[in-house]
C-alpha cells in the first residue's frame, strides 16, 4: 500500500508541475495515469477525475477536453493500483501556479479540517468524532468567511454546511479503493460506529463546492471547488499519512508550480519516477 501511496504521490506532483493554462483535462488525466504506468502500477485504481473551475462541483466528474483557464482552479482525484493495492488521493491547486485570495482562503480552511481530523486519529477513536471535528472546523471558518448557514439541511432553503459538503468524510482503502469494513463487528452498524484499530487504512476528503450561480454564498467565493484526500494508516498510538509526501501547504503548491513553470521556460520537463525505496 506504500509503493500504491508512493507512485500516486509522484503522478500527483509530476502532474501539478505540468499543469498550465491551455492543456485540457484530458491532457492533464493522460499525465498522471502515464507516471503511474511508468513506474509500475497495473493502472489507475478508479477513473481519474479532473475537473477545471466549475467543473469541481460535479463530484465524479470525469476529466474532459475542457481547457484548463488561467485564474481557475483545478481539483485531481486519482489514485493507481499497485500489486493488487488501491490509493486515493485529492489535490487542488491553481492552473496558473498562485492562488487568488478567495482561493486560498478556501482551500486553507479545507485543509484546516482535514488536517484537524487526521491529527485526531489513533486506536479506540471512531469515524463520528472525525466527522465532528471536520465538521465543527468548517462551520466555524465558514462563519468567519461571513457564510450565513445551518449544521445540517433543513427545511426553509437556508444553507447548510450539508449543501457545501455533499460527502462523508471518507472511506476504508485496501484492495478495493471502497474497500470493505462497514459492518463486520458485533453491535457495530455502521462504520461511524467502528472503533479504530492498527493497521486499518482509509481516506480523509473533506471538502467545499460552492456553486457559481448560489446567490446564498458571498459573491467573492462562488464558483470555488475544494477537496484535499490523504491516505491513512492506523499505527498503535497514531497515524501515519501514507501520501504525507504529495504538495499540500499553499507555500508548496506555489513554490514547486513557479519552480516548474521556469523549467519549462528553458525547456525541461519534469517526469519523475519513484525512487526505489519501498519497492518489494
Ligand atoms: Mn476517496
Known sequence: MQRSADIGTHAHNAGLMQCHAGMSEVELRSFIEHVFLLNGAAGPSYTTIVAGGENGNCLHHLASPDILRDGQLVLVDAGCEFAGYASDITRTYPV????????????ELVLAAQEAAIQAVKPGVVWSQLNKICDDTLFQGLEKLGFQLTR???AGGKLSLDDLMPHGLGHWLGLDVHDVGEKTLPGVRNKNERPLSPGMVFTVEPGLYLKADDERIPARYRGINVRIEDNIRVTDSGYAVLTSAAFKSVADIEQMMEYALGMRREGGDYMPVVPAKHKP
Open 152 to 154: 445540517t439541511k433543513e
Open 96 to 107: 496558473n501556479g498562485k492562488f487568488s485570495p478567495a482561493q486560498r482562503e478556501i482551500y
